[in-house]
C-alpha cells in the first residue's frame, strides 16, 4: 500500500511540479476516497442511537437472563439491518491506510526529487525540515525549538475533529443508558503530541496531516447536515 501511495504522489508531483501544493491535492483525494466510509459510520452511530431505548427495555426486561437477552438484542438488531460492528469498520479500513501515508511522507525523498523538497512553500524555506516559530520570527534563535504555525494549527484541527467524535460516541451510548469510553484524556493529549512532535517532524507530514484533520472537520459538518436533513424527511 505504501508504494501505490508514493506512486500517486509522484505522478501528482509530475503533474503539479510543487511539492507543497502536490500534499494538498494528494490529501484532498485521500479524504474524498474515505469519504464513504465516515458517512457510514456516522449513519451507524444514528441508527444506534434509534436502538439504545429498545436495548434498554431489553436490559432491564431480561437483566437476570443474559443469554435471552443477548439473543433479544440481535433479533433487534437483525431486524433493523444493523451491524454492531459497522461502526468500528470505516475505523479499522484507516488504520492501515494512515500508517502507509505517514511512511510515505516520512520516506517523501524515495518518491519526490531532493531539489523539490527544498523548494520554499508559504512562509517555510523547505519541505524537509520541521515548521517552528524561527520560520516567521528568523531573529529569534531560541524559537527554533519552538512549534510554528503549521503544527499549531494541526493541533487544532485535531482536538477539533478527536472533540466532534467524542461527543458523537457519547451520544450514541448515553441513550441505552451505558458509558461509553472515556476519551476525554486522550482528546487533548492527542492534540497535545501533535504539537509537539511538529517542531521535529518533517513539515510535509505536517502539512498532510494539518490538511487531512481540516479536511476531515468540514466533512463532518457536512455529514451532520446530511444526517439531520435523512431523520427530518
Known amino acids: 500500500m505504501t508504494k501505490i501511495f508514493g506512486s500517486v504522489l509522484r505522478m501528482l508531483f509530475d503533474l503539479i511540479g510543487n511539492y507543497g501544493l502536490t500534499i494538498i491535492v494528494f490529501?484532498?483525494?485521500?479524504?474524498?476516497?474515505?469519504?464513504?466510509?465516515s458517512i457510514q459510520q456516522r449513519k451507524s452511530m444514528e441508527v444506534q442511537k434509534k436502538l439504545n431505548p429498545q436495548v434498554q427495555e431489553l436490559q432491564k426486561k431480561y437483566a437476570k437472563d443474559p443469554q435471552t437477552l443477548n439473543a433479544k438484542t440481535m433479533e433487534l438488531y437483525?431486524?433493523?439491518k444493523?451491524?454492531?460492528l459497522s461502526g468500528c469498520l470505516p475505523m479499522l479500513v484507516q488504520i492501515p491506510v494512515i500508517w502507509s501515508l505517514f511512511s510515505v511522507f516520512r520516506n517523501a525523498h524515495v518518491y519526490i526529487p531532493e531539489e523539490a523538497l527544498n523548494q520554499a512553500f508559504l512562509w517555510l524555506p523547505n519541505l524537509i525540515a520541521p515548521d517552528t516559530l524561527s520560520n516567521i520570527l528568523p531573529a529569534a534563535e531560541v524559537f527554533t525549538k519552538v512549534p510554528g504555525v503549521l503544527p499549531i494549527i494541526a493541533a487544532l484541527f485535531t482536538y477539533l475533529t478527536s472533540k466532534r467524535a467524542q461527543q458523537q460516541t457519547a451520544a450514541a451510548t448515553a441513550a441505552s443508558g451505558q458509558k461509553g469510553p472515556n476519551m476525554s484524556a486522550m482528546t487533548v493529549m492527542f492534540p497535545i503530541m501533535i504539537l509537539i512532535f511538529g517542531a521535529s517532524y518533517s513539515a510535509g507530514l505536517?502539512?498532510?496531516w494539518a490538511v487531512s484533520n481540516i479536511i476531515q472537520f468540514l466533512q463532518d459538518l457536512l455529514i451532520a447536515r446530511m444526517v439531520?436533513?435523512?431523520n427530518v424527511s
Open 82 to 84: 444493523y451491524n454492531p
Open 228 to 230: 439531520e436533513k435523512e
Open 78 to 80: 437483525k431486524e433493523n
Open 27 to 37: 490529501t484532498i483525494i485521500i479524504r474524498i476516497i474515505l469519504f464513504p466510509l
Open 206 to 208: 505536517i502539512l498532510y
